[in-house]
T-cell receptor
């Protein structure tokens, strides 16, 4: 099984709807990163979570890390076409920052106007 | 945040040839990494580029195929040697920034014919 699993693999939502993407690790996380990627382009850093129970927000995107530090969710409120893209979670495992990220398979989001 | 540039942004190469990809950061960083994203796949870490010493490769990647240089704290190169169509991917460099953030370059899209 994958060390880091994302769900769903793809998502199509109507503009204005809320949505949630999940990222589950098979190991305890030192840190969990969320990125957005437009097709064929580089990764845009969204946020990084490190503490169990931590929650961060950036504009209409909120990410949480559960208390056990093995699962994170990314929530988008009132989605817009500009939110469309591939969302990737990246995990740092272990007890220190090695900088080596393990990535989930990604969630492709389409937002219909 | 760190600003990262990569050259070339894309290339089409013939099998058996080699391509060197450059990564330039606008500030000194401790950790630099190279990732590969094969078509339709997520990111896989190739190696950690160590300043002044040999790179540290992940399982499945070897120095003869992916030689890496890092002469200083702002620059690194990745060479894809003796290319085959299976090397067609997006190659991305990343750096660790302040507060354990991690940023990615725009990527180099490589097509091997």
């Amino acid at each position: 099984s994958q060390e880091l699993e994302q769900s769903p693999q793809s998502l199509i939502v109507q503009e204005g709807k809320n949505l949630t993407i999940n990222c589950t690790s098979s190991k305890t996380l030192y840190g969990l990163y969320w990125y957005k990627q437009k097709y064929g382009e580089g990764l845009i850093f969204l946020m990084m979570l490190q503490k169990g129970g931590e929650e961060k927000s950036h504009e209409k995107i909120t990410a949480k890390l559960d208390e056990k530090k093995q699962q994170s969710s990314l929530h988008i409120t009132a989605s817009q076409p500009s939110h469309a893209g591939i969302y990737l979670c990246g995990a740092l495992h272990g007890s220190s920052n090695t900088g080596k990220l393990i990535f989930g398979q990604g969630t492709t989001l389409q937002v219909k106007p | 945040s760190a600003v990262i540039s990569q050259k070339p942004s894309r290339d089409i190469c013939q099998r058996g040839t080699s391509l060197t990809i450059q990564c330039q950061v606008d500030s000194q960083v401790t950790m630099m990494f190279w990732y590969r994203q094969q078509p339709g796949q997520s990111l896989t870490l190739i190696a950690t580029a160590n300043q002044g010493s040999e790179a540290t490769y992940e399982s499945g990647f070897v120095i003869d195929k992916f030689p890496i240089s890092r002469p200083n704290l702002t620059f690194s190169t990745l060479t894809v040697s003796n290319m085959s169509p299976e090397d067609s991917s997006i190659y991305l460099c990343s750096v660790s920034g302040v507060l354990e953030t991690q940023y990615f370059g725009p990527g180099t899209r490589l097509l091997v014919l």
